[in-house]
């Protein structure tokens, strides 16, 4: 099993759609958590932390919740340019640093 | 501030050759990290330093794959002999770890190997 589980989608969605992502992780040590976009042939991006209380950065909403171990991204009101993979990451302390672990990510197509 | 370097951006290699692949980390930052990316798969670590020793390279074919950041600084990784599934983007990343914090997690542009 792997330790950060993304379903791969595509998800094709139109515009104005809202649309949400879900991941879960297998380590119960895990500290932190992100969501990462990464365009086609683009190197991944950091879209936004993950916090306990939920946070929001405009469309985008993430939630976490630790009992479960399971993280969601919400995508109000879809545009073209939300068209990309989403990388569900987290971190966890590892021999003294911080490894990052990423989920295999979930393709998102919006359409006109 | 200056991004992480990755350098070449893409190449061809045959199978069975050699090839090397070049990063330089943002300034400061002491942790460098090598990954795979396959198409369609999200990356997968291949090696992790901090300053000039490994943290992790436990999923680093090492039969074939080598890595060194000898002067705690920039780093190269090399694959030789190449095969026809270690077409990928291979990037690096680093990021500055002060005590139990993370800051700065940033990526290069990648380094895109084709095997033919």
């Known amino acids: 099993r792997k330790e950060v589980e993304q379903d791969p989608g595509p998800f094709n969605v139109p515009e104005g759609a809202t649309v949400a992502f879900n991941c879960t992780y297998s380590?119960?040590?895990?500290?932190?958590f992100f969501w990462y976009r990464q365009d086609c042939r683009k190197e991944p991006k950091l879209l936004m932390s993950?916090?306990?209380s939920g946070n929001e950065d405009g469309r985008f909403t993430a939630q976490l919740n630790r009992a479960s171990q399971y993280i969601s991204l919400l995508i109000r009101d879809s545009k073209l340019s939300d068209s990309a993979t989403y990388l569900c990451?987290?971190?966890?302390?590892?021999?003294?640093?911080?490894?990052?672990?990423f989920g295999t990510g979930t393709r998102l197509k919006v359409l006109a | 501030e200056a991004g992480v370097a990755q350098s070449p951006r893409y190449k061809i290699i045959e199978k069975r050759q050699s090839v090397a692949f070049w990063c330089n980390p943002i300034?400061?930052?002491?942790?460098l990290y090598w990954y795979q990316q396959i198409l369609g798969q999200g990356p997968k670590l291949l090696i992790q330093?901090?300053?000039?020793?490994?943290?992790?390279d436990s999923q680093l074919p090492k039969d074939r794959f080598s890595a060194e950041r000898l002067k705690g600084v920039d780093s190269t990784l090399k694959i030789q002999p190449a095969k026809l599934e270690d077409s990928a983007v291979y990037l690096c990343?680093?990021?500055?770890?002060?005590?139990?914090?993370?800051?700065?997690?940033?990526f290069g542009s990648g380094t895109r190997l084709t095997v033919v």
């Open positions: 990451v987290v971190n966890r302390l590892y021999r003294g640093t911080y490894k990052y672990i």
């Open positions: 380590n119960s040590a895990s500290q932190s």
């Open positions: 330093f901090q300053n000039n020793g490994v943290v992790d």
């Open positions: 300034s400061g930052h002491a942790t």
């Open positions: 993950v916090y306990s």
């Open positions: 990343a680093s990021s500055l770890d002060l005590g139990t914090e993370n800051y700065g997690y940033t």
